[in-house]
């Protein structure tokens, strides 16, 4: 298959979870649900690989970007304006979502994936409280908090059907789409968020600013991403190809940037 072929795949799919998750009240307050385009081409990679795709795993595929839109959508919560009519129904969005993901759930008769589902939830969430923390750590240890934020409910959904050949590449893909949304929300917002102070506080990169850390950041994961892409025994041809696009858009986009400075 090629791009537009995959694209439009991916676009059906993410089109269907937004239906599934529509509520009228909430779109005309908080807007469509957030499920990020680079999230989902990880979540459906196997699917985009050819693997076979019954209706269970649709279903918790459903379920997995159903969380994820919950999550994504919690972390739009300003506490500093949170007593606003929208920044209220934005906290009821996120509930909402989450009810969704586990009525969704519900219908799938496998109680080992609801349980392993629930548990990855659990512990994304709990790595996200970690960012509040005043406690010091490596850069090592913060990004595997954030691995474990962005990837731990996908990995388990991989886990559960036996699609744990594409994990290595589901993990940095993940971590990397992270790095983006958080140079985008500084580039647009100039706000620091709870990941970017923490990056402020690391000893290997005193003298640089946030945009510069995360540059760094997004050019190193970018640059062990498309090895281990091109290298991978298992993606078809057609598929790593879509795949290096995304990153290596990316790529040039930060070269492009440091030649401006």
């Known amino acids: 298959m090629n791009a537009a072929i995959l694209e439009e795949h991916l676009l059906q799919s993410k089109n269907n979870i937004l239906t599934k998750l529509h509520h009228r009240t909430l779109l005309q307050y908080t807007g469509q649900p957030i499920i990020f385009d680079g999230q989902l081409r990880y979540i459906l990679l196997p699917k985009l690989n050819g693997e076979h795709w019954p209706k269970k795993i649709e279903q918790a595929v459903n379920a997995v970007a159903m969380v994820y839109a919950a999550l994504n959508g919690h972390e739009q919560i300003n506490e500093q304006d949170a007593a606003t009519k929208r920044q209220q129904l934005t906290v009821l969005a996120g509930d909402y979502y989450s009810g969704m993901y586990y009525a969704t759930l519900a219908k799938i008769p496998d109680i080992e994936l609801v349980r392993s589902l629930s548990e990855a939830v659990a ?25 474990v934020i962005e990837s731990t409910i996908t990995c388990q959904f991989l886990k559960h059907f036996n699609l744990d050949s594409y994990i290595e590449i589901v993990k940095d893909g993940l971590v990397l789409e992270r790095l983006k949304r958080e140079l985008q929300f500084l580039q ?3 706000m620091k968020t709870p990941f970017l102070k923490i990056l402020e506080q690391q000893q290997e990169y005193a003298g640089m600013n946030n945009e510069q850390i995360l ?14 892409i091109t290298a991978s025994p298992i993606l078809q041809d057609e598929v790593k190809t879509f795949m290096l696009q995304h990153v290596e858009v990316n790529v040039e986009a930060q070269i492009t940037m440091k030649g401006v400075e």
């Open 123 to 147: 512990k994304s969430s709990e790595s996200r409280t970690v960012l509040y923390e005043p406690m010091k750590r490596s850069m090592d240890e913060w990004y595997k908090i954030l691995e």
């Open 215 to 228: 540059r760094r950041l997004i050019s190193n994961l970018s640059s062990r991403l498309i090895r281990i």
């Open 188 to 190: 647009e917002k100039h």
